[in-house]
């Protein structure tokens, strides 16, 4: 399953999806087969230093680890052994303390030191820390983060800063305690043993994950090196945007010196712990040229100049070079190279692994306006890249798409990671990639963004017939038609593309089926039924008791129904081997109806919203379609026993989660009862009942008369739908349609708050089968454990058939959710739940993170200043720390989270 992708910008209290419930487990499952072990020399070799002479090491070797005693520590006593990892200077006597990693940094004359950042937080939003990190001493931006707010009497310690960062130090105290096998112990194959695949461990595992995610994520770096501890042993790890390899254990009482030898060559090294060489921090000269660039009034254009001149602490301003890429136009004698500042990353990846594309508005320092950098890892099996697909579209006069101006793979910055993973078969194993950036000189902005119904159809609209106003983005993994016309399957060479919820039915039900453009075309239905379900009104949606944040968080969380048709609808997926998933029963069965999946309340004077009419039109094109569709000629593209994808794109044919939530101990018994319901509705998906289920209901709907007398594939060309989309706006005489009382009808996000639907144990060639599970707190998994414990074995069967759990539901009197409400019903009738409108309320809503959509299919140009939404506002609690985020977009924020 795809990982939680991107945070556009990161709204102010909420949160990393990293908070996310199911966060953990997914990324354990995620990065597991990419973690191989290796000799201690092999490692050494890795790294391009200097080894200690034997002069430093009489200074070193008295106090090597001399300061640490484990023989009487507690479990909860780690903090004792930061003191003699990384305090003092070679000036200090050994007798006093242990200075080693700082010993050790003095020595090779490096400008960084250790600090203790265990206790200091960065900030509500990124409270993850490890235990020590290395810090710049020359950098005062640097050290302003670092030391904000800490006590002045102990300089050794120092606030959490993960812009800074350059390398940092995980300490337990006990093998058992830890993510990895550190005493010695061999496995099956006679190896030492290496993930420790207890509960704690995969907890503790992806904790570390965890670090050397946000530290690629919020610095330029083309591998990154952290260090873990456990007792008296040490692992090293090098993280690159394929995997992960670590040395095998290193016992610091015996073998001190080969620790210390992987230390000081990394403080030597001419890679300085991996960092980008292409980028370097701004001066302050072009740091005042984006002070003064005037947006003229685009809101737009402001908010990303207001990102990146207010997060700098956060997030340092950058200046990179650029090949000049030139789309027609002369040379000049100084276009050979283009340069760039870039700060806040508008999108990000939280995975260690991947394409990790960001995207960033850079400032454009020959033209001092803002343009578009993306940022990315591509693998290199892939036979085009982005700028190919761009320059062909341009060569080939496709109109109004984003216009490249810089980039191309820098060849130095490729992955070594892959060579070390001889554990996996060659069928698995993920190819080399390379980094690679591409700038074009559009700035587009989130679609979500829209206004209301009108501008959402307008801009999706634009972006299909090709205007001025919205156009196409993200052709990395496109198609050219030429592997289209020679029935290329979309999963060769390196896996399906596409976001999993926006993909034709029949793409989903048939994967090894050649992209054709008919899916693309379909995938503009299914954007716009996302939107629909997300942001307006329709008989699913929630009712909330009145117009606060509160209120409508809580309306969510009590909308079983919404959320099971999202999922079910968008997301629903199954195993069938070789690293195929198939999906889209529940799109395929309303697309045979030709009905969509929500209904809409026509208005007062009778008509139907803007989307409500969209969306009855669309289904009755794409009904007609795949009635003239020969469903023989589509069988032929099932998944057949042996067929296998290739690993380096697998993450993306699994679709999003549903939502994203920060963890609270808060929400425990608010959302007990949820908990409870949404369990038993999810463990149907432990067997093949409910995909057997739609299946009949399809094979029903095929035995009917076909509603059409002579069906056509009316999506083999734009016209029907590039039609429809013209007949939202305009009649067939040509006159504007009069869009008076069908504007302004967005409502508040009806995703916000979900609990997440996820999931678990996700495939591999050493993984284990996948799993539907809804991810609880540690405190509630803990109180039903022990509830199953203290009952007898009878009373708990441990899976329930469907008969027994629609007897359960009913008892509560709520419908169970996969029979959904009747069309034109406002929402099922739910177990009243306990009210909770006081302060506990309002600071559960301040605290919980908006969920950001899936990669847009349309973006809109910048240059179009949309129409303010109608918003409410909200009192929000300051938190005591800066956040990310500007203040002028927290404004904004707070300010746009109500309903109209």
């Known amino acids: 399953m795809a990982l939680p992708e991107s945070d556009p910008l990161v709204r102010k209290n909420g949160g990393s999806p990293m908070k996310s419930l199911s966060w953990s487990e997914q990324t354990v499952n995620h990065v597991d087969d990419r973690c191989v072990q290796m000799a201690i020399g092999e490692m050494k070799r890795r790294i391009p230093g200097k080894d200690i002479d034997d002069k430093q090491w009489k200074k070193l070797r008295p106090r090597s680890f001399r300061g640490i005693d484990i023989k009487n520590l507690l479990d909860n006593s780690e903090s004792r052994k930061y003191v003699p990892l990384a305090l003092g200077t070679l000036s200090i006597p050994p007798s006093l303390q242990c200075d080693i990693f700082n010993a050790v940094e003095e020595l090779a004359g490096s400008r960084y030191r250790w600090k203790i950042v265990a206790d200091h937080a960065e900030s509500a939003e990124v409270d993850h820390r490890p235990d020590l990190a290395r810090y710049p001493l020359d950098i005062p931006a640097a050290s302003a983060m670092y030391t904000h707010k800490v006590g002045k009497d102990d300089p050794n310690i120092a606030r959490c800063a993960w812009a800074w960062m350059s390398s940092l130090v995980e300490v337990k105290n006990s093998d058992e305690n830890s993510a990895f096998h550190f005493l010695p112990s061999k496995d099956q ?23 050397a995610i946000e530290g690629m ?100 301003i950058y200046k990179v070079s650029l090949p000049a890429v030139f789309i027609g136009g002369e040379k000049t004698h100084d276009d050979g190279e283009r340069c760039y500042l870039i700060g806040r990353y508008a999108f990000g990846h939280y995975s260690p692994v991947g394409r990790c594309t960001r995207g960033y508005a850079a400032f454009d320092l020959q033209t001092k306006r803002l343009a578009w950098l993306k940022d990315q890892w591509r693998c290199i099996a892939r036979p085009h890249t982005e700028l190919d697909a761009y320059i062909r579209l341009h060569k080939h006069g496709v109109s109004y798409i984003a216009t490249p101006i810089a980039g191309g793979d820098i060849d130095e910055h490729r992955t070594v990671s892959q060579g070390y993973m001889t554990h996996l078969s060659a069928d698995w194993r993920p190819s080399e990639r390379v980094h690679t950036r591409l700038v074009t000189k ?16 307008r801009v999706c609209g634009e972006a299909f017939i090709e205007t001025r106003k919205g156009f196409l983005n993200d052709w990395d993994l496109c198609k050219y038609r030429e592997d289209m016309d020679s029935m290329v399957p979309a999963s060769e060479p390196s896996g399906i593309s596409g976001t999993w919820a926006f993909k034709s039915a029949l793409s989903l039900r048939y994967p090894r089926k050649p992209p054709s453009l008919a899916d693309d075309l379909e995938a503009f239905v299914h954007v716009i039924l996302w939107f629909a379900c997300r942001f307006h009104l329709h008989d699913h949606s929630p009712d909330p008791e009145d117009s606060s944040k509160a209120a409508c968080i809580k309306a969510n969380v009590d909308n079983p129904a919404l959320l099971s048709m999202v999922y079910v609808f968008f997301y629903f997926q199954k195993r069938v081997g070789g690293g195929y998933y198939k999906g889209g029963a529940a799109k395929y069965k309303a697309i045979l109806r030709g009905e969509p999946p929500i209904t809409f309340e026509a208005l007062e004077d009778g008509r139907l919203p803007l989307l409500g009419k969209f969306l009855l039109h669309a289904y009755k094109l794409l009904s007609e379609h795949y009635w003239a569709m020969d469903q023989a000629e589509m069988e032929q593209w099932d998944v057949r026993p042996g067929d296998r994808v290739s690993p380096d794109e697998i993450e993306v044919v699994r679709p999003a989660p549903v939502a994203v939530r920060a963890a609270s101990s808060e929400d425990e018994d608010e959302d007990e009862e949820l908990e409870s319901y949404l369990d038993a509705y999810v463990e149907q998906y432990d067997d093949d009942e409910f ?6 209901e399809i094979a029903q709907a095929k035995k009917m008369n076909c509603p059409f007398r002579n069906p056509r594939r009316v999506l083999e060309g734009h016209a029907a739908l590039g039609t429809l989309f013209i007949r939202m706006f305009r009649e067939k005489g040509g006159e504007k349609v009069d869009l008076r009382g069908l504007r302004d009808d967005k409502r508040f996000d009806q995703f916000l708050s979900w609990k997440m639907l996820c999931f678990l144990n996700q495939p591999g060639p050493t993984g284990k089968p996948l799993k539907l599970a809804l991810m609880k707190s540690s405190a509630e998994k803990d109180k039903r454990k022990r509830s199953a414990e203290d009952s007898p074995e009878d009373e708990l069967p441990r899976k329930r058939n469907r008969a027994t759990i629609a007897n359960e539901v009913a008892k509560t009197q709520t419908p169970p959710p996969w029979k959904r409400s009747r069309p034109g019903s406002r929402k099922l009738t739910a177990k009243p739940q306990p009210k909770n409108t006081g302060k506990a309320a309002v600071r559960k809503a301040e605290t919980t993170r908006r969920h950001r959509s899936p990669r847009d299919v349309a973006a809109m140009k910048a240059e179009t200043a949309g129409r303010p939404r109608p918003f409410s506002t909200a009192k929000v609690v300051e938190p005591s720390l800066p956040l990310r985020r500007s203040t002028r977009l927290a404004a904004k924020d707070k300010d746009r989270q109500g309903p109209p």
């Open 189 to 211: 194959a006679g190896e030492q043993k290496f993930l420790r695949d207890s509960d704690v461990g995969r907890k503790t595992r992806a904790q570390f994950i965890k670090y």
């Open 217 to 316: 994520l919020r610095q330029h770096r083309t591998h990154f090196y952290t260090f873990y501890f456990s007792g008296m042993y040490a692992r090293v790890f090098r993280w690159d945007r394929v995997g992960c390899i670590a040395s095998e254990p290193i016992d610091l009482e015996k073998n001190a010196k080969q620790f210390l030898n992987i230390l000081y060559r990394l403080a030597t090294s001419t890679d300085d712990y991996g960092s980008d060489n292409t980028v370097q921090l701004a001066s302050q000269k072009d740091i005042s040229l984006v002070e003064a660039y005037d947006p003229e009034g685009n809101e737009y254009l402001q908010e990303y100049k207001d990102m990146m001149l207010k997060d700098r602490l956060y997030y340092p």
């Open 442 to 457: 559009e700035v587009g902005r989130v679609l979500e963004s829209y206004a209301d119904s009108a501008e959402l159809l």
């Open 691 to 696: 995909e057997l289920e739609l299946e009949a």
